[in-house]
Every structure is written in structure tokens, then in C-alpha cells.
């Protein structure tokens, strides 16, 4: 089972909600990401858990808050959104730890529309 | 800092060629390279690892190779099918980093 699974596949909000992005993945890898990709774009790395540490804070305004509450899972919420946070979120995880130069495998992404 | 470029930015072949997708890097010290294929409003599919010790990678119809010294390396698609148009995109992973770098990609449509 190589998949990365994500919900919700879709999700409009307007500013003032609160919700939140969910990724599962059950490869026993030790690292997962979060991504964002605008359209036409390549996706730009957002957040780094290694051993549900976070070990990578890619300067994310705190409207974007991460959260592994175990090796399997990892969230994101969302409060207080911009309309330009509008894109798809892409999950990934791979099975090296420390140094994560192992395979990264992606989920298929939540597209989100903030209002 | 690292930079991945991809040439071309789009490629419209038709269908049965066989074809090339290019990927440089601007620093070598690489620990591996993976192309990746995605498909409209939909997530990425790894298609072929490099371990930054390899040359090259095969899957089917795929085979990527890996010149770490010259910072490049090639897709190559044998019988091209219009089920492979999609944008292909080239990601590094540099030394001592958990940051995958990704070029912009480029855009296949194989024409039947």
C-alpha cells in the first residue's frame, strides 16, 4: 500500500471559518510534508514532521497551524483565511527519518477556495 | 541555492514517438532526484527515484538518468501513448536537507 490519503478532496470557507485539512498515510514513514501549489505552479514545501516532530516551518503565516498527533496522521488547520490561500494542498510522506532522502509519496491533494 | 530548471516548458508530440524531458540542478551536491507526474487538479504520482550514487532508473516505458557532476538528467518515454499527457515535474532533494526542490515542470500532450 504505497497511498497517502486526504480529506477532504474539496473545501470552500469563507475567512472567518475555522477548518481543517486531514492526511493519513499507513507506509510506516516516519516524515510527512505539507505543500501548497497555485495553479501552473510547482508545489512549495509549507511544513516538515519528522518522528511527529515538526522540523520545518517554512515562515507559514499562523493562520496555517500543523498538527501529527501520531505517526500515521497529520492535519492542518485553518483559521481566518485569505482569499489568495486559495490552492490545492498537497500531502506527502516518506520512509526515511532524519535526513528524509528516502521516496516521497503524495496524497491527491485538497482543494481549497477561501471566499 | 538551489535552482531546477526544466526544458521545455511544454511538448506536444504525437502519439508512438519516443521523446526526452530535461532537468538541470545548479548545485551537485544532491542526495537524490524524483520525477514525478501530475495530472490536472489531481495530487503527484512518483514515477522513478535516483539515488544520487546511480545513473539511471527504469520503469516500463520510463527510464531516467541521473549526471550528477554536470547537474542534469533526462526523462526518456519510449512509444509515447496519449495516456502519458500530463506535466512532468523534476525534484532534488539537496545534502543535509529534508527540502524537495521542484523545477516548474513541463506540460505533455501526446496527440492520437
Known amino acids: 500500500d504505497t497511498e497517502v490519503t486526504q480529506t477532504p478532496k474539496h473545501l470552500v470557507m469563507g475567512m472567518t471559518n475555522k477548518k481543517s485539512l486531514k492526511c493519513e498515510q499507513h507506509m510506516g514513514h516516519r516524515a510527512m510534508y505539507w505543500y501548497k501549489q497555485k495553479a501552473k505552479k510547482p508545489p512549495e514545501l509549507m511544513f516538515v514532521?519528522?518522528?511527529?516532530?515538526?522540523?520545518i516551518n517554512e515562515s507559514v503565516p499562523s493562520r496555517f497551524s500543523p498538527e501529527c498527533p501520531n505517526s500515521s496522521l497529520l492535519n492542518l488547520h485553518l483559521h481566518a483565511l485569505q482569499p489568495e490561500d486559495s490552492a490545492l494542498y498537497l500531502c506527502?510522506?516518506?520512509?526515511?527519518?532524519?535526513?528524509?532522502?528516502?521516496?516521497?509519496?503524495f496524497g491527491e491533494g485538497s482543494r481549497l477556495t477561501v471566499l | 541555492k538551489q535552482e531546477v530548471t526544466q526544458i521545455p516548458a511544454a511538448l506536444s508530440v504525437p502519439e508512438g514517438e519516443n521523446l526526452v524531458l530535461n532537468c538541470s540542478f545548479t548545485d551537485s551536491a544532491i542526495y537524490n532526484l524524483q520525477w514525478f507526474r501530475q495530472d490536472p487538479g489531481k495530487g503527484l504520482t512518483s514515477l522513478l527515484l535516483?539515488?544520487?550514487?546511480?545513473r539511471e532508473q527504469t520503469s516500463g516505458r520510463l527510464n531516467a538518468s541521473l549526471d550528477k557532476s554536470s547537474g542534469r538528467s533526462t526523462l526518456y518515454i519510449a512509444a509515447s501513448q496519449p495516456g502519458d499527457s500530463a506535466t512532468y515535474l523534476c525534484a532534488v532533494i539537496q545534502g543535509g536537507s529534508e527540502k524537495l526542490v521542484f523545477g516548474k515542470g513541463t506540460k505533455l500532450t501526446v496527440n492520437p
Open positions: 506527502a510522506s516518506s520512509q526515511e527519518c532524519r535526513l528524509c532522502t528516502g521516496e516521497l509519496f
Open positions: 535516483i539515488q544520487s550514487s546511480q
Open positions: 514532521y519528522s518522528y511527529e516532530k515538526l522540523s
